[in-house]
């Protein structure tokens, strides 16, 4: 089915080709046969649970890239215990604010879940003694950012995200500390300078928007799930309960509550880009890279799209490979991230309430990418 939706991409195919020949110099896999069975397990967790982002994570050089899978399935598994509506709150909230010490104890696990990362809490015992091999200084970061979205994560569990304040906090605790970790482990892992590690604010924005992009996407299997992440500061514009922008009859007040919502997540995009002009390592600036372009490449596909309340919208295959090949600089993640911005601008209905803070924002990405650009007029 990708290959069919690429065929009027013909560059993508090619592409496709290259990467399933191994022509693409981009994603290098770690040497599994040097790996403990163990690592090797770990790795194969974390190419199950995000078959997107497992690959690439896989770039990274060294010790550094085994930090990161750790660091992923750790919070993973976290944020797989927090999903789970099977659990009581009573069970569920003491689970996510002791988690952090879960990871010092090697008989520590999880065999009732229903959700469909399960294997990452049943198994847990695994991911815990990679843990405890790495070396203290990425134990301690790992540790830390653990115990702060536990924290995070037990605070959300009986509120709901009413305002886009409380959206930007909840993004936070299930990503922005994401973002935040790993900027601290690859200062940790002398790769990057200690600026980076020290920063908050852009590692922050840059994990938010990935969990904002993640919600909008989400929309109807989290309606499905009975989860709801979408603000009422913005859909009770449009609805009177979140679940009715579903219904056919509702689609264009729809519509219109997608487009905020995006033009509110693309407000980080700026801050994500000066993260990216810090990064000095090559490995670590393809990572974090191509997870931003593919960001931006989600929320144009989303943008005024009626299919996000009908079904999944995902860019193609052949689109994200393309991407990860492309994406080795910062000038062409710039002429990347303008690509997409047009593509935005050139679906902005007129009659949609937030065009004009949506081409402002468009506006001004615009112009930290290519300050003499005149594509958007």
């Not at 002429?335 to 803070?357: G, M, R, V």
């Amino acid at each position: 089915m990708d290959f069919l939706r690429s065929l009027g991409h013909p560059e993508e195919i090619y592409n496709l080709l290259r990467f399933k020949l191994g022509g693409c110099r981009v994603v290098m896999l770690k040497d599994r046969d040097s790996m403990s069975d163990s690592l090797q397990t770990c790795y194969r967790y974390l190419n199950e649970t995000d078959p997107s982002f497992g690959p690439v994570i896989q770039i990274l050089e060294g010790e550094l890239g085994h930090a990161v899978c750790i660091h992923y399935l750790v919070l993973r598994a976290l944020d797989t215990v927090e999903d789970d509506y099977t659990i009581s709150l009573e069970r569920k909230i003491p689970m996510l604010r002791n988690f952090h010490t879960y990871l010092y104890d090697p008989e520590w696990k999880f065999t009732e879940s229903k959700e469909k990362h399960r294997q990452v809490v049943i198994d847990f015992p695994t991911i815990s003694l990679e843990f405890r091999n790495l070396a203290v200084v990425y134990q301690e970061i790992i540790v830390d950012i653990c115990a702060k979205m536990g924290e995070g994560m037990a605070e959300f569990q009986e509120k709901k995200v009413d305002s886009l304040i409380q959206l930007d906090k909840y993004c936070h605790y299930t990503s922005g500390l994401f973002g935040i970790g790993l900027s601290r482990l690859f200062s940790a892992s002398e790769l990057e300078d200690a600026n980076v590690g020290q920063d908050t604010y852009f590692s922050n924005s840059t994990g938010v928007l990935l969990q904002k992009v993640d919600i909008i996407v989400d929309y109807l299997e989290d309606q499905l799930e009975g989860r709801e992440f979408w603000p009422r500061e913005v859909w009770s514009k449009y609805a009177k309960k979140l679940s009715d922008l579903a219904k056919p009859e509702n689609i264009v007040p729809a519509v219109q509550c997608l487009n905020e919502l995006i033009t509110n997540a693309l407000n980080h995009v700026p801050d994500v880009l000066t993260y990216l002009s810090w990064l000095k390592n090559q490995s670590i600036f393809n990572v974090c890279a191509i997870i931003h372009v593919r960001s931006i490449a989600t929320l144009a596909a989303c943008y005024n799209n009626q299919q996000v309340f009908k079904d999944f919208v995902k860019i193609r295959k052949g689109q994200t490979v393309t991407l990860m090949m492309d994406a080795t600089n910062m000038d062409a993640v710039k002429a990347i991230t303008l690509q997409y911005i047009e593509e935005i601008y050139q679906k902005i209905p007129l009659t949609d309430p937030s065009s004009d803070k949506t081409k402002r924002i468009l506006s001004s990405i615009r112009n930290l990418c290519f300050p003499n650009s005149s594509l958007l007029s």
